[in-house]
């Protein structure tokens, strides 16, 4: 038996693969797209008259079990089974009747299960924009779209609060990239309709394939449609902005406080390690364990450099997360047009750079001498292990001053920021001191004129 395949026009669309009508033959496991058409060619050793045939394929349809036969004209060895529209996995029997009018004691049986076509498959990002935006913000849109075959079509869907939707066209290119720009200040000198503060701004990327096949015949055939998760973002003054930026900030601060702290754990941990390898091997007691001093001195310094290897894992995640951290508040405020050059420089030149500079120089080389203690510590001896560890030690204390040095000025500007934040109450209640001045002069020209 071999199979007739006709592929469906969501197929033949596609630019990936030659699709069209092939002959194949039939083999146990046998998978074919959903929505091919799907006969069966098949020959015997005798020339057959009539052959008794059994069809269910799994669409949850009623119709979709049926029974019929296919009567040959004249006796023939070879024969088609007709075409049937393979929505779910096919199951086929077929029993056949010779010339003679004799039955096959054996059911064929054929099984062929269905591919089904799955939607698009979309992730999407904002790049270095946060949950809050000015009206000012240019929102770099960056994402990825899959499709089991070819797109038809992508696009940005976009909302504010409950207004209509507005969908923009989005390019793909041929890995899959859909990538734009969304410039709400260039929008705004055009005329066009943008978020203004106080509003909720939604964006969902969305993309559609070529998929046809209708569930029931006759039916409307529609294309599997795939959207993105939502963001939503809040559309705030820059002063809100700077305020929400500054919070951000004093957390990264308070979590580089708590890892200074803890490598200086670390460096207490190193100095007692140093100080447990140089000690004089104790003799055993009698009777007790037959475990050597210098066994008992690789066991502890093992243990101790476990511990010194977790710690170090440890904050190094860390670190990395206040790097990223701060490079998104960087990027947040270019991507906000934050008019404010002497912020972003002291975060970008004080804060971003030197803190990857330290990951990338003295922290790596750090955190590979320290893992390298486990491996050597039965293979030195006192003295080169004491070595390793005065070298690891004097590593640790030059970072914990480097970021002291990073810390100084979060601090120093933090400090700065609050009387800032203070000014900025004063202000508040100053403005609505003279709201209510206004009001109560307001009140007493009316009661004046009654």
């Known amino acids: 038996t071999e199979v007739d395949v006709e592929y469906p026009a969501y197929l033949q669309r596609s630019t990936k693969t030659t699709w069209g009508n092939e ?59 007709p075409a049937t ?114 509003s909720t701004y939604s964006l969902m990327v969305a993309a559609s394939d070529f998929y046809d096949i209708p569930l029931e015949p006759g039916g409307t055939a529609e294309p599997h449609l795939g959207r993105s998760t939502p963001i939503q973002l809040k559309v705030v003054t820059t002063d809100q902005f700077l305020i929400l930026l500054d919070r951000r900030e004093a957390a990264m601060r308070r979590r580089l406080e708590q890892i200074i702290s803890e490598l200086g754990q ?15 091997e104790e003799p055993s007691a009698e009777g007790s364990s037959s475990e050597t001093g210098a066994q008992r001195r690789a066991r502890v310094m093992l243990l101790r450099s476990q511990q010194a290897s977790a710690q170090a894992a440890k904050s190094d995640g860390e670190l990395k997360g206040v790097l990223q951290e701060i490079s998104q508040l960087v ?18 030149a004080k804060i971003k750079l030197p803190l990857g500079e330290l990951l990338e120089s ?27 560890l005065e ?20 601090i120093e500007i933090q400090d700065l920021n609050e009387i800032i934040d203070r000014v900025r109450g004063l202000l508040d209640e100053q403005s609505k ?4 001045s206004k009001q109560e002069q307001k009140k007493l020209n009316l009661d004046s004129l009654k």
């Open 266 to 280: 670390l460096g207490e941990l190193l100095v007692l390690t140093k100080k447990n390898n140089e000690a004089p």
């Open 23 to 81: 002959r194949l033959p039939y083999r146990n496991g046998m998978r074919l797209p959903q929505g091919t058409q799907v006969g069966l060619w098949v020959r015997a050793n005798r020339p057959i008259k009539k052959c008794d045939v059994m069809q269910s394929v799994g669409s949850g349809r009623e119709d979709s079990n049926r029974e019929f036969s296919v009567e040959l004209k004249s006796p023939a060895t070879e024969f088609a089974i």
């Open 362 to 388: 003295q922290w790596k080389p750090f955190v590979t001498g320290l893992n390298e203690l486990e491996g050597v510590v039965s293979q030195s001896s006192v003295e080169e292990f004491s070595s390793r």
């Open 85 to 198: 529209f393979l929505q779910g996995n096919l199951f086929v029997e077929l029993r056949l009747w010779d010339d003679q009018g004799i039955c096959a004691t054996r059911v064929q049986q054929f099984v062929i299960a269905a591919l089904t076509d799955n939607a698009p498959n979309i992730d999407f990002v904002l790049d270095g924009i946060g949950s809050a935006i000015t009206e000012e913000a240019v929102l770099p849109i960056r994402s990825t779209i899959k499709d089991d075959h070819d797109l038809n079509r992508a696009w940005v869907e976009s909302r504010v609060d409950e207004q209509e939707t507005i969908q923009s066209e989005l390019g793909v290119d041929a890995q899959g990239k859909g990538d734009m720009d969304i410039d709400l200040k260039a929008m705004r000198e055009s005329g066009k309709a943008v978020p203004a503060v106080g």
């Open 331 to 348: 990027a947040e405020l270019i991507n906000n047009r934050i008019d404010s050059k002497d912020r972003r420089d002291r975060l970008n």
């Open 433 to 436: 001191a003279v709201d209510r």
């Open 391 to 410: 070298r690891s030690l004097l590593k640790n204390n030059e970072i914990v001053a480097a970021l002291k040095s990073i810390l100084g000025d979060m």
